[in-house]
């Protein structure tokens, strides 16, 4: 297997290549955060997986933050990333066997021993052109950084895979106390606004109402990582709630062909 480290592919592009810039980005998002009213009951959800999506800061960046606020106040030993693959098709699941990955604030640990086990488990193999210039999942890395530190880290990366094939993944996942979960991905591609709106409305009702059937509609580019996440919700009896919803309108102000973004948050209700 590979060591070293798993190399930032789109740090310059997606998001600055500067800590410092990225600190500033963040720094903006939270001052627009701190500004919104929500409820304290909301606040103090302690949330076991999130869903975010996985586009240029500028674009998208908001919306994954806002998820990260609340996944910041759990105590997780480890965050897996699960995302798929733009750029090379490939079966199953990959995950990056490197020792750490690296982020403009810093390298971030892999978990390679628990990751060794999983794989074992699950039969997840390496294949280095999923992970090269994959941005899913790298996206999310400086803001695990940010609000983590020394928090350890595992990457997968799907290809084709089926939503009960990587559901299993995710139950085994959570059903581990000590790891937390990131779901990668983006809404609907290049429609009008109008249209866009339509079709990531169902994708929210699916993540909303924990109804898979709603994604028969949805048109997103990691639907079979939500789509998983949602069957996994139900095995384990997690609740579910939609903490943003934009588009890249509100950055390009171009209504005429645009890319919708969700965060969500699966948690265990309190009094189910």
Not at 1 to 21: D, H, L, N, T, W
Not at 45 to 54: D, E, K, Q, S, Y
Not at 171 to 197: C, E, G, M, Q, R
Request: glycine content about 6%; overall charge positive.
């Amino acid at each position: 297997m590979p060591q070293g480290i798993r190399k930032a592919a789109v740090a310059g592009s997606f998001y600055p290549e500067r800590c410092r810039e990225v600190k500033r980005y963040i720094r903006g998002f939270n001052a627009a955060f701190d500004r919104l009213s929500i409820k304290k009951e909301i606040l103090d959800i302690r949330p076991r997986t999130v869903i975010v999506p996985h586009a240029g800061y500028i674009y998208s960046g908001f919306t994954a933050n806002f998820a990260y606020r609340f996944l910041k106040h759990t105590k997780p030993k480890r965050i897996i990333v699960i995302g798929p693959s733009h750029h090379y098709y490939f079966k199953g699941v990959s995950a990056s066997y490197f020792e750490n990955y690296e982020t403009p604030c810093g390298d971030i640990k892999i978990d390679t021993p628990y990751l060794f086990a999983l794989a074992k488990k699950f039969n997840i193999g390496f294949d280095p052109r999923a992970h090269e210039k994959e941005h899913s999942t790298e996206v999310q890395m400086p803001f695990i950084k940010h609000y983590f530190h020394q928090i350890k880290v595992i990457e997968l990366i799907y290809g084709d895979v089926s939503p009960k094939e990587l559901t299993m993944i995710i139950t085994a996942l959570l059903n581990n106390p000590d790891n937390a979960v990131v779901i990668s991905s983006d809404l609907s591609h290049f429609y009008p606004l109008k249209k866009a709106k339509m079709l990531d409305r169902h994708c929210l009702r699916a993540v909303a109402k924990l109804d898979p059937n709603e994604l028969k509609q949805c048109e997103a580019c990691g639907i079979t990582g939500i789509t998983a996440m949602i069957l996994a919700a139900k095995k384990l009896g997690l609740s579910s709630k939609l903490l943003d919803y934009s588009t890249s309108a509100n950055t390009t102000h171009d209504e005429s062909s645009v890319v919708g973004y969700m965060s969500a948050m699966f948690y265990k209700p309190i009094n189910p």
